[in-house]
T-cell receptor, first 115, second 113 residues
């Protein structure tokens, strides 16, 4: 297994356009998380999946954001009508189920720049 | 609600000197605590974790951290800094439920030759 894979690594888009990011977790991990990180800040929780079920969504996630994890494998995060404030690094992480002791395995992130 | 506070957004040490990065936590239940490292334009890598076993936890790259319940602290240390340790370090806490992890704001470590 090659770890958590995120694509694309970088995305530059014009304000108002839609963008979609993809995350491929470690195959045996059934939990998948999306975080957003802005400059000088720690990662902020966006949403969480256990298998295909989206179990929590942060208030940071406006109606313009949607995430899916069909069949409990890869996940996509879509941002509609992007705004300059959406510029950030979007991080995906996965972990195995259990008692929470494993920590996360992170991907390298997708850096979004909205111009 | 759980949270962590990292004291000092930037820390500079000389190569070979002791590294000490401070983290205090707040949690309503016995926490799981983590330290992650992030190199520029990369994701985060787990350095070490505390999960209620030994209070002194050893991690990768020579780092260790000590869980002190009385001080609600989980400071990260390394006896001798190396140039390759220059990175940003994040303390994080989980309530052990569905493993949602809350991160601190990070401490950027600079190592001076």
């Amino acid at each position: 297994d090659t770890g958590v894979s995120q694509n694309p690594r970088h995305k530059i888009t014009k304000r108002g356009q839609n963008v979609t990011f993809r995350c491929d977790p470690i195959s045996e991990h059934n939990r998948l998380y999306w975080y957003r990180q802005t400059l000088g800040q720690g990662p902020e929780f966006l949403t969480y999946f256990q298998n295909e079920a989206q179990l929590e969504k942060s208030r940071l996630l406006s109606d313009r954001f949607s995430a899916e994890r069909p069949k409990g494998s890869f996940s996509t995060l879509e941002i509609q009508r992007t705004e300059q404030g959406d510029s950030a690094m979007y991080l995906c992480a996965s972990s195995s189920s259990g008692t929470g002791i494993d920590g996360y395995t992170f991907g390298s992130g997708t850096r979004l720049t909205v111009v | 609600a759980q949270s962590v506070t990292q004291l000092g957004s930037h820390v500079s040490v000389s190569e070979g000197a002791l590294v000490l990065l401070r983290c205090n936590y707040s949690s309503s239940v016995p926490p799981y605590l983590f330290w992650y490292v992030q190199y520029p334009n990369q994701g985060l890598q787990l350095l070490l974790k505390y999960t209620s076993a030994a209070t002194l936890v050893k991690g990768i790259n020579g780092f260790e951290a000590e869980f002190k319940k009385s001080e609600t602290s989980f400071h990260l240390t390394k006896p001798s800094a190396h140039m390759s340790d220059a990175a940003e370090y994040f303390c994080a806490v989980s309530d052990g439920g569905y493993q949602k992890v809350t991160f601190g704001t990070g401490t950027k470590l600079q190592v001076i030759p």
